[in-house]
């Protein structure tokens, strides 16, 4: 089905969060104040890679309205944070990582003031050499940023032997793959409001992706116990993986604590791009072969990853992309390396699509330069390489088995933009522009979902029906723009038959929410469709034996409806919510806990659920300039039953914006450990004029008979595809083939035509 | 004062209308717009996010014109009838409103009260504009999150909406 | 929380000269602790990055009598100083005389900005991506120098204007865009069968960014000319700029080409002439080298256009 406002009739729904939005009237946690509030702001280090000598704060301290400057000294718990491996400090004591590095914080009456305060700090820096190439910070001698030395984590999979693979191919594809530092440009920069309470408790709003973990690593820092913090943490201005690591929270914090004052703080966009992570760079090295009927023979991977000064994610993110450079294809042998090395560069980590977006260009660059050598039609190539539905996963682990890559195959197959693609004539000078050339190119993925084998990944949710009669649903999620409570809203509807006014839902709150796991890793949608078909059977009987009993009639007579309890084929209301919770008797309260399912493997990492996908685009190359342009995009997704039309079109159509960025224009600059893309007017992310091209977005709903894991994510897969797409529609038009990103114009530029050879 | 310079006093009191009401706003004369909307008047639908002019995020109508709060001085303001995102909906939601809703043209929903004004402006001054006059009009708003599909959208319904009304 | 950081150390005096003469002896005064000030979007950003420090001083040019619209002079079309550059974009005079400013203009920021920003700041700043087409009609700039109205080629002014920071020592008036002799005006007159003598006026302006809109420049090109009926160059203006880079006129380019007809070894001839003469500022977005080419195949597809367009009658 072709997503579209047209095409989903009365499921293309308002948004419950969209009122507030458009009339500007929901205020977004860094638009909170309060009486008696001061100003927080963070002291960072000059230099990329410095020993700490002294700091002294005696000068500031002395500055008329500040409240408290604190360092390393002044931290009660651990000086540490990290969601996987807590390593990176919070307040540095001898040395410096990265120019995000914090060395101390301050809180006074005035944001004057506080600045004031900071250029007052006297630090004594020794500068140290810079480790800003992941390869030479791998060699011996180079110098060492951990004590377990510059490799954060490694990564192996192997099968078969490929240099005996090698010997059997004929055709063979080597080829090296760079991505870049990318942002993930959130409008909202990192901030929020932290309120001690008069009870000695601290509340703490500012945006993240999994409130529990945050009130678990500041409980860490604070040496505070974790009842005593409660993390308001929704709405979010945006986040894309960018806000799941502690940002600013340890800072406002600390202050909080120490001055018993509310503290604000709210990133500048400098501050956020200095201290804030990005996409991994990663070069990516490949040798791939087929033997003469091109079946893929040999497949050799050594991906290293530009991890930054600590840890995060960054192993975690390897372990995806080690996945999924292998990939939806069958091999007679692998053999896959990784290294995640640290350096003195920005923070990498967690960021939509987690790897795989790397992963996949440089995998489905492989396949079109197979398929091209060997003579074969790139889509006819895949299929002959691709997966069967109940062949292993990537890691030859079992995974929940669908038809979703003949599916997605299939669709792209008959797709009319892709049959254009035989249409276009290569190199063509005619028209009045001879020199814009135009070319299709489509690419392919598996992408998992969820945290992994070997990663707790709880999941789970509550409903309840209130006091006041509104049917309350509570989880521990985040809404940081995806749609997640259009989404639950529309499921509670649906498959309840309750009406949107019944329903209070209720996220982001610690002191309120069961721990649903992170909001991450296109997983949250799937399980509060999870967590509420388990929650279904005993909430709604609940609901109504209570009816039954009051109404005096069978159970089986009654159905739960908009507004209240009606009969089973009758209008009339017969009972409303809100005297149903006015009746005596027991409070109605159903809760759900449970893991998203994971593959019965060993290896760490791999996936069981997968959404496959797959683009074609359109692209025009101005050879006169280098500059290319997406023309139109055709995106086919398997992902089961569409939750929310308005949603699931909504987040293709952006994770495409983002890949698009990532392929033509987005980079973080880095000189020496030090950034130069500081704000928008250097770090360019599309424009509206960058996204004139129709997007249009398949979603194929059909699951096997007996599939009871439901829709599959969706919040990535549209940002890991295009970049492939897009660099084999750049081969159809100007017969070069890009293997960095963002592309080059001076790659693509070249002589006119008319002024012959030379 | 014909042939001396007039200075603003600092002490500075900016008079100017917001939303339609007479403010005099004590501050001084380069401070920016966006600080006097945020944090003299509360209105937090203008949002603070590049400060340098490049996003949109904070974008005001003055005398019906869109633009940068955080780029405009108050004395550039004296006087001016300046409109915020909260200004817009007068008797009820304004039609580019409703069709943002409508169409999804917002996710995360940072930009969006910015992405109206600059639509608001561009409508009030051309009800039936081309592809070419609605990019141009908001190549200055970044989206982050929507691609800019549903703000297309949103954009083509507003004005069609507009063209049956009139 | 909206109050920036520059602004909460920082609040200088704003001045409100109605004459240059008034502007001028406050520039006087304060010396380098007082800024000449248009719309304030260039300063604002730089203040933001903290590139410069916010001044003791604010003059603001925008009160200066008689400097922000457009009018019709005895020279041509007077474009003020202080017109914002959104009222250049939506002017009708600007754009039926001289399309390839407001071509120009359209490319510039965003609408929000260009209402704030002006022109006479855009052509100050001696990088704005209005100063090559400006160049292409060989427009002049009128300028204060404390004493008298002074009235220079901008192609003369903006190398003096750029170096070592004496800009604020010339303050900037107005543009003026000299009105294009009409071709029936040159040409001899003609009947059908005297096809040759037939002119085409044709011109271009291209910016080159990072993106496909609001973008720094990476090049901006200009080019206007006259062609015969056989292809024989009768006027060109070559302008090139972007990014950094002053933008320049190839006035040597210019003669070496005129009187010549478009062919093959021209289009070469002009393609390597640009790669030698233009010297654009490299950054870490865009080197020399493909500014250069860049701006060369620009000019050389607009004159083989132009040529093969005029040609395509016979």
Known sequence: MLLNRASSGGRWRVRPDGPGKVTGGLAYLTDMTTDQMLYGLVLRSEHPHARILSIHTDKAKKLPGVRAILTYMDIPGLNAFGIAHPDQPVLCEERARYVGDALATVAADTLAAAQQALELIEVDYEVLEVVDDPERALLPGAPQLHPGGNELHRTVFSRGNVDQGFRDCAYIVEETYYTPRQMHTYMETEGGLFVPGEDGRLTVYSPTQHGFMDRMQLSRILAKPQEEIRIVSSPIGGSFGGKDELNVQPYGALLAMQTGRPIKIHNSRWESVRAGLKRHPMKITMKTGIDAAGKLMAHQVSIISDTGPYSTLGAEVLNFATEHVIGPYQYEHLDVKGVSVFTNNGMSGEFRGFGGNQAIFALEGQMDRLAEMAGMDPWVFRKLNMRQSDDLGPFDQPIAMTDGAKQVWEAIAKCPLWMEKQQLARMSHSGDEPWIKTGIGAAFTMHGAGLGVGIPDPAGGRLALAADGKIEAVFGYEEFGQGLLASLEQMLMEQFGFGAKDIRMIIGDTDVVPDSGSTTASRATAMMWKSLQKLKAPFSGQLLQRAAAILNRRVEQLRLAEGGIKGRSEEALLLSYKELAAAAGEPIRCETSFSFPTSSTERVGAHYMYTYSAVVVKVEVNTLTGRARVLQQYHVVAAGPVINPQGYLGQIEGGSSMALGFTLLEESIMEKGHYITRNLDSYLVPTIEDQRGLVEVEAIEQLPEGDDYGPRGIGEVGSVTLAPAIAAAIRQASGKWATKLPVEPSFLQETPFFLGKG | ?166 | MGMNIQEAMASPLVWHPQTAAEAWQLKQTYGTEGIYTSGGTLLRTQWESGISAIPRHLIDLSTIRGLNDLRIGEAGLVVGGQTSLQSCRSNTLLSRHFPMVSEAIRTIAAPSVRHLATIGGNVASSIGDSIAALLGYDAEVIWFDGTTENRTLLSEWLPEASAAKRGNERLLLSMLLPFEISLEETSVKHDDKDLTMQMKRFGAYHKIGRREAFTPSVVTACMNGVLTHNSVIKQIRIALGGGQTVPVRLEKLEKEINGAAVDGHLLRHVYERIIELFEPREDLFASAAYRKSTAANLIVAELWKAAKGETKPL
């Open chain 2, 1 to 166: 004062m014909s042939e001396e310079a007039v200075k603003s006093e600092t002490p500075y009191v900016l008079r100017c209308f917001v939303n339609g009401k007479e403010e005099s706003i004590h501050t001084t004369p380069a401070a920016r717009l966006l600080t006097i909307v945020r944090d003299e008047l509360s209105l937090t639908g203008t949002k603070r996010s590049c400060e340098i002019g490049r996003c949109g995020a904070c974008m005001v109508l003055i005398d019906g014109n869109a633009v940068n709060s955080c780029l405009t001085m108050a004395y550039q303001c004296s006087e001016k009838q300046i409109t915020t995102i909260e200004g817009l909906a007068v008797q009820g939601m304004d039609p580019i409103q409703q069709a943002f809703l409508e169409e999804g043209g917002f996710q995360c929903g940072y930009c969006t009260p910015g992405m109206i004004i600059s639509v608001k402006a561009l409508l009030d001054e051309n009800p039936d504009p081309t592809d070419d006059e609605i990019s141009e009009a908001l190549s200055g708003n970044i989206c982050r999150c929507t691609g800019y599909g549903g703000i297309w959208r949103a954009v083509k319904r507003a004005a069609e909406g507009r063209r049956q009304t009139t």
